[in-house]
């Protein structure tokens, strides 16, 4: 089955300091791949989405994302960090038919939280 | 452009009563999505409609959980009986159903079953 992993639960970075939040996911052909960021109090919003092409992607906010399918990842990443990009993080992979998901479904990571220290 | 628009923000009832979530999802989006999210599970996906249809209800946590789309502007999700386990916050999403398109989130009900 698909899955998405983000592997780590909680990131602390001083702002001004670069970030890198990890995603790995299960997929066997070339996926949909979505980064969303949560502040809180507040629904998801869609930072970044991979689906073909160039394997650098980039978003809003200043956020990149690199698609490696050698290494089945998808991380998120920004030079510089802001006191506003404090916020829960979410990676997912657009679910396949073949791999018993729903087409226009989407498989979500546990999700990371940023703290951004002064 | 208008987002997918939930109501309402916040509900508060007492355990045993019915609940009824409301959620408009974006002009043109032929797919809508519920979530649930709590701090111990995170998201989970509870139903997903397609042209108002009931696609996967494999997400619903039990017979007290029930979702309809009357038509393509409009679905509900009710609970009833409430029970304080049912207390999370629950999100409306919709798409244009396509894999490679995102899913576009409202800002949420958050639930609180006393």
């Known amino acids: 089955a698909q899955s998405v992993t983000q592997p780590d639960i909680h990131i602390t970075v001083s702002e001004g300091a670069s970030l890198e939040l990890r995603c790995n996911y299960s997929y066997g052909a070339t996926p949909y791949l979505f980064w969303y960021v949560q502040s809180p109090g507040q629904g998801l919003q869609l930072l970044l989405k991979y689906f073909s092409g160039d394997t650098l992607v980039q978003g809003i906010k200043g956020f990149e994302a690199e698609f490696k399918r050698s290494q089945s990842s998808f991380n998120l990443r920004k030079p510089s960090v802001h006191w506003s990009d404090a916020a829960e993080y979410f990676c997912?992979?657009?679910?396949?038919?073949?791999?018993?998901?729903?087409?226009?479904?989407?498989?979500f990571g546990k999700g990371t939280k940023l703290s951004v220290k002064p | 452009d208008a987002g997918v628009i939930q109501s309402p923000r916040h509900e508060v009832t007492e355990m045993g009563q019915e609940v009824t979530l409301r959620c408009k999802p974006i002009?043109?989006?032929?797919?809508l999505f519920w979530y649930r999210q709590t701090m111990m599970r995170g998201l989970e996906l509870l139903i997903y409609?397609?042209?108002?249809?009931?696609?996967?209800d494999s997400g619903m946590p039990e017979d007290r959980f029930s979702a309809k789309m009357p038509n393509a502007s409009f679905s509900t999700l009710k609970i009833q009986p409430s029970e304080p386990r049912d207390s999370a916050v629950y999100f409306c999403?919709?798409?244009?159903?396509?894999?490679?398109?995102?899913?576009?989130f409202g800002d949420g009900t958050r639930l609180s079953i006393l």
């Open positions: 997912a992979v657009g679910a396949a038919r073949n791999y018993g998901g729903s087409q226009g479904n989407l498989i």
């Open positions: 002009s043109g989006h032929n797919s």
């Open positions: 999403a919709s798409s244009s159903g396509q894999n490679n398109q995102p899913q576009h």
């Open positions: 409609f397609n042209n108002n249809v009931p696609i996967d």
